[in-house]
């Protein structure tokens, strides 16, 4: 059934804590998971950072949301166990809890207002009605209105791309293969793009020597303007003149089925990169954008709090 979402975790883990025990954080999810019928392989699953447990992280969320409402005390690190308001929400019978029960309660409206919750739903979601809560924890839900900002930002830089001139992405291309590592940091890189260039757009001397090369070409084509085998047979010729067998072909829209199948049968080692990669590539490395702000999510130091215990 995969991994609920926090909001749907709420009942199952306030019912988890019904008899009055006091509950570890570990028993708690290990009740919830047997309750909602999580298995051993979702159990397993990562949040993106790879930090922490995507179901860990979800139990963390309802649980913390239900103290902000008073329906859960944590007495001690990593503990937690239902109050009485708790237990007479129990009392109704409720199907689900989620954040419109939990408004019912003035703790927890005033810490909605405290986050600032208005201010994080850019027009895009907000048009679309989508909302922070609508994601499986809020950890997920900043990383969700990010990622759709990169994405945006992705699109505009390809855009931005394909209305310079070629030449512009030739260089451009050499500035992100760098910002991506590629050859460490004694890489020198070189523009060959122009007359005479013979099919190669630049070139990354991997060591001072220039012993290990790799040669890049660029081609800024219109989306729908696909590089096909013939294009990628030339790029070879190009590196067997040059006496290279490593390549990376660079282009603003795409390639053919055909295409990719050629590379992966030659024995020359070919890297492609696509338009969306190429966009992506730049938000990741900051090239050809800039930060604009950045957001810090914060969480309890624990051993902070048990020093004076």
């Not at 883990?13 to 008899?19: M, Y």
């Not at 309802?62 to 009485?84: E, F, N, S």
């Not at 209305?163 to 992100?176: I, Y």
């Not at 992506?280 to 309890?300: A, F, L, T």
């Amino acid at each position: 059934m995969g991994v609920p979402d926090y909001q749907t975790l709420m009942l199952p883990s306030l019912q988890a804590l019904a008899d009055g025990s006091e509950r570890t954080s570990a028993e708690l999810r290990e009740m919830v998971a047997k309750a909602v019928g999580v298995s051993d392989a979702d159990m397993e699953l990562l949040l993106p950072s790879g930090k922490q447990g995507l179901f860990a992280n979800r139990v963390a969320w309802a649980v913390t949301y239900m103290a902000k409402a008073g329906l859960i005390a944590r007495p001690r690190r990593g503990v937690a166990v239902i109050t009485d308001r708790g237990r007479s929400l129990l009392a109704e019978g409720l199907d689900r809890i989620d954040g419109s029960v939990l408004q019912r309660y003035d703790e927890f409206n005033e810490f909605k207002t405290t986050r600032h919750d208005r201010d994080v739903t850019p027009p895009a979601q907000a048009r679309s009605g989508w909302r922070p809560e609508d994601v499986g924890s809020p950890s997920e839900a900043i990383r969700a209105l990010v990622e759709e900002v990169n994405a945006a930002v992705a699109a505009e830089v390809l855009e931005r791309v394909l209305a310079q001139p070629p030449v512009f992405l030739e260089h451009l291309v050499l500035r992100l293969l760098e910002a991506m590592g590629y050859g460490g940091v004694e890489a020198i890189s070189e523009h060959l793009g122009g007359p005479g260039d013979e099919g190669l757009d630049g070139v990354i001397r991997q060591d001072a020597l220039g012993l290990d090369v790799v040669y890049v070409q660029a081609k800024r084509y219109a989306p729908d303007r696909k590089i096909g085998r013939p294009d990628l047979q030339a790029f070879v010729g190009a590196l067997n003149g040059a006496r290279a067998n490593r390549g990376i072909f660079i282009t603003t829209s795409g390639f053919t089925t055909d295409a990719k199948s050629f590379v992966e049968r030659i024995q020359a080692r070919i890297v492609l990169i696509d338009g969306p990669t190429l966009a992506k590539e730049m938000v990741r490395r900051n090239v050809g954008v800039e930060i604009r702000d950045v957001h810090e999510e914060k969480r309890i130091d624990e051993d902070f709090f048990a020093e004076s215990s």
